[in-house]
């Protein structure tokens, strides 16, 4: 049965610094996503990551897939306020008909 | 940007009545999913539908039911309505297709339902 975990599950931190948020799951899987929360808003997706090694960037945020490890990460650069937010990761099974299974997110706050 | 539509947008109602959460998007995706999130904690997954006709029972036994009838349209009904119902229910949509960078699962922007 796929697991996914995400740590740290809290995170607060001072603009400016950097941090990584880890995604951890428990069986082989090939596509990976990471989305975004804000208080009292929808998901929005912020990253697709499908290969061994994938890297995407969108401004502060970087993320990576290690499907060997089951692991990804979501670097953040340099954090401002606006990156608070509660950030989701969430993977899929190998069948097309797998069901995607979300990690208990992280909440960020970054402190000005 | 996803198209994908949900309504009411917030809903205040008494315990024992019925309700359906309206979910509808424009993108002909085959895959639709309800999950129940309470404020900024994790995701549940209630129902999910490959297509029409075809419903499945998620992780939270919800006391809800799904319909797919046409594959623009997933609505979620709750029987009678108690207050332990009270959360948000987000509705998401995703391609079936080969390209898996299509199954993202695009999200509507929720439903906030409190029971008294």
């Known amino acids: 049965e796929l697991k996914v975990e995400q740590n740290p599950l809290f995170l607060s931190m001072q603009e400016g610094k950097n941090y990584t948020i880890y995604c951890n799951y428990s069986t082989t899987s090939d596509r990976l996503y990471w989305y975004r929360q804000d208080p009292g808003k929808s998901l929005e997706s912020l990253f697709v990551l499908l290969s061994n090694g994938a890297v995407k960037q969108e401004g502060r945020l970087m993320a990576s897939l290690d499907t060997k490890a089951r692991l990804s990460t979501l670097h953040i650069t340099a954090a401002v306020h606006d990156l608070s937010a509660t950030y989701f990761c969430a993977v899929g099974g190998m069948n097309r008909d797998d069901k995607i299974i979300f990690g208990k997110g992280t909440r960020l706050h970054i402190l000005p | 940007e996803a198209d994908i539509y949900q309504t009411p947008r917030y809903l205040v109602i008494g315990t024992g009545k019925k309700i359906t959460l309206e979910c509808s998007q424009t993108?002909?995706?085959?895959?639709m999913y309800w999950y129940q999130q309470d404020p900024g904690m994790e995701l549940h997954l209630i129902h999910y539908?490959?297509?029409?006709?075809?419903?499945e029972k998620g992780d939270l036994s919800s006391e809800s039911t799904v319909s797919r009838i046409r594959t623009e349209h997933f609505p979620l009904t709750l029987e009678s309505a108690r207050p332990s119902h009270t959360s948000q229910y987000l509705c998401a949509s995703s391609e079936l297709g080969s390209g898996r960078a299509r199954e993202t699962q695009y999200f509507g922007p929720g439903t906030r339902l409190l029971v008294l």
């Open positions: 993108m002909g995706h085959d895959k």
């Open positions: 539908s490959y297509g029409v006709n075809s419903t």
